[in-house]
């Protein structure tokens, strides 16, 4: 597994590479973790509803061809794409999906934090806010896009849309039960979290 530190970076020239390297790749290819953030931005997933996206001032909106529905990226939150040849795992994609909340969950768990589950909703939620959205796209085996957690954002352009096509979903975020968290402390946790998941 290669862990890539990309730090902020423009959506379509992320999502443009994720989609060259899975496309590229082959039964050798080593996966990849990818850890950034994404300039301000709103993406739509493949089967995203546009009614869902309500009021996007001056962010660019995105059709991306993820899964889910529409969600915001941007500063302060801790983007981590999941480059992986799950069928060289025998992974499903419904058992990778759960895998990554589980990660997500040890790392909230790190800052006292109890995080929580909902079937039919993937993602991680906090006391019924939502605090990390789970995505992905699975092409011939390998998987691509991944997970958002906020850690330490502006959450207010989360209020322009129905996130993940819930009207009236709210967001919440690390810096919220811990003002001294930094992402870059997070993402370590995360990393240390996730090679333990899939790579012990």
Known sequence: MKIRQLGIQNYNDVWLQMKEFTQSRDANTQDELWLLQHSPVY????????????????????????GGQVTYHGPGQLVA????????????????????????ISVLAQYQ???SIRCGAPGVYVNEQ????????????C??????????????PFSGINPCGFAKMEMTQISKFVPTVQIDE????????FLQQFYP
Request: charge should be positive.
């Open 43 to 66: 993406t739509q997933g493949q089967a995203g509803k546009p009614e869902h996206i309500l009021n996007p001032e001056s962010i660019p909106v995105v059709q991306s061809d993820r």
């Open 81 to 104: 794409y999941v480059l992986m040849d799950i069928s060289r795992k025998n992974l499903g994609i419904r058992s990778l999906v759960s895998q990554l909340e589980q990660i997500l």
């Open 113 to 115: 934090i109890e995080g």
């Open 130 to 141: 939502k605090i990390a959205s789970i995505g992905l796209r699975v092409k011939n085996g």
């Open 143 to 156: 998987t691509y896009h991944g997970i958002a957690l906020n850690v330490d954002m502006d959450l207010k």
């Open 186 to 193: 997070v993402n370590q946790h995360f990393v240390q979290y």
